[in-house]
Structures are given as C-alpha cells and as structure tokens.
C-alpha cells in the first residue's frame, strides 16, 4: 500500500511537470519560421534543493537567457527584466510549484540524510567575468555586471569591492541552470564610471569557500561629452587658424613684387 502511494505521489509529479502551463511568451514568428527544423529552442523549468543558501531555488530560461526566478517567502515569479513583470504576475501554476517545493523538502529531510557519504559529490570551481552593461562612458551612469560560471551546486555569495573598499546596493544574485545541469550566476552594481576606477567582484563558493575574484578597469571609454566639446573646440580654432593664415598668404602673393 505503502508503494503504490508513492508511486502514485511520483506519478502525480510527473504529471504536473508536464502539464505545467506556459506562462511565458516568445516574439512572434512566420508559419515558415516557426516549423523550420532548423530553429531549436529550449525551455528550461529548474527546481532545486540543498543544505546551503539558497536552500530552494527555481529558475526558468529560455535558450540559456534566464527569464524568471521563483521568490519562495512571497510565491513568486521574480522577472530578470522588467520587460517580463506582466509575464511574471501569471499564477497558473502555482498549485505545481507548491508540490516541487513539498516533494523537494520531503526529499531532504526524508532522503538525503540516508544517502549522506554514500554518493560521490560533485563539485563545480565557479569562474567570474566582470563588464559594463553600456558601452563605456565617463560620467554617464552604467551597470556593472559580474557574470559567474561553472558554477555547482547553486550555493554562493557575491560581494563587490571599489579600490578593495567593501561596496554596498549591488542586486540580488539570481541563479539559472544551464545545460548539463550547470549553474549560472549575475549580480549587478550600478555606478558611474570615473578615468581611474578599480572594481572587483568576489565570488565565494559556499560549500567548500573556494573564492573566484574578477576585477574591473576602464578599457576603450567613448568620449565624454566634455571631451567632445573641447576637441570640436580645438578642431573649430585650428580651422579658423587655417583659415586666416591662407587669406594672410593669398593677400601677400598677390602684391606685385619690388625691384629689388
């Protein structure tokens, strides 16, 4: 009896995963485009659990671009952009989720103390990347965007730093799975870029403290608009410049020359 109830439990699972509505949507695309073998895409719908920060996650991407992550204390789908908020307010799978999260708790407090240094753990050293979200002005406010890979399993802390001073306001960390049942990570910091900046962004694996450091320094800046003012005002003087030592030299040679 035992059995066949989680059986049934299971069967009930696999049902609800695959019934699970579509509560996303993609650009619009021609019949001829749309049913083209050649245009795979792939929806990524990831519920995790473990013994770390974040303890339960959900991720959801699309094509490797994270859309939404879930808000467990709220029940909620947290948007990666803004663009998706109106996608994200659908709650028609919420009664889903509600039972991932019950079977994903049962499956820790039930399961994996018994399996506990019976199965080989596996272990991910997470690498980081540090770049701006726009191109780089001085001056002009910009993101900065610490991008971690390799990461598992999903458990991290992120922390920022501006020449190694400790750097407050830097967003949530949001996780997303990958393909190959990898973890990927963004953390963002708005600033405003300055000639002479040093950011870094620290990445500390919580399962075993491995620390990944990346650093940022300006490289290949656009002009700023000061820049730009005085080099059109260097450029318009040396034209002016030109222009009357030309009219002074065509005065003097057409002045009939002396006898001498």
Not at 30 to 39: F, G, L, R, V
Not at 123 to 140: D, H, M
Request: charged share 15%.
């Amino acid at each position: 009896m035992e059995h066949e109830q989680k059986s049934g439990g299971l069967l009930r699972l696999l049902r609800l995963l695959w019934l699970l509505p579509h509560s996303w949507a993609v650009l619009e695309a021609s019949p001829q485009a749309w049913w083209d073998e050649s245009q795979n895409h792939t929806f990524r719908h990831t519920l995790f659990c473990q013994d770390g920060f974040p303890n339960i996650g959900l991720s959801e991407t699309y094509d490797e671009d994270a859309l939404f992550s879930f808000d467990f204390s709220q029940n909620t789908r947290v948007p990666r952009l803004p663009e998706f908020a109106e996608w994200a307010q659908e709650q028609g799978d919420a009664s889903a989720i509600a039972f991932d999260k019950g079977f994903c708790d049962m499956l820790m407090q039930n399961v994996s103390p018994r399996l506990e240094g019976q199965i080989p753990v596996s272990r991910g050293l997470p690498s980081a990347e540090v770049f701006t979200l726009k191109p780089l002005e001085f001056g002009k406010p910009n993101t900065l965007v610490c991008f971690i890979s390799n990461l598992f399993p999903p458990t991290l802390t992120v922390t920022w730093q501006h020449h190694f001073v400790p750097v407050e306001g830097a967003s949530p960390t949001s996780v997303s799975a990958i393909d190959g049942l990898t973890f990927q990570a963004f953390s963002y910091l708005n600033f405003t870029p300055e000639p002479f900046d040093l950011y870094s962004c620290t990445v500390t694996h919580e399962i075993d403290r491995y620390t990944a450091i990346a650093y940022w320094v300006p490289q290949n800046a656009l002009p700023s608009d000061l820049l730009e003012n005085v080099l059109c005002g260097v450029a318009f003087g040396l034209g002016v410049l030109g222009l009357v030592v030309g009219i002074v030299f065509f005065i003097r040679s057409q002045r009939p020359c002396s006898g001498d």
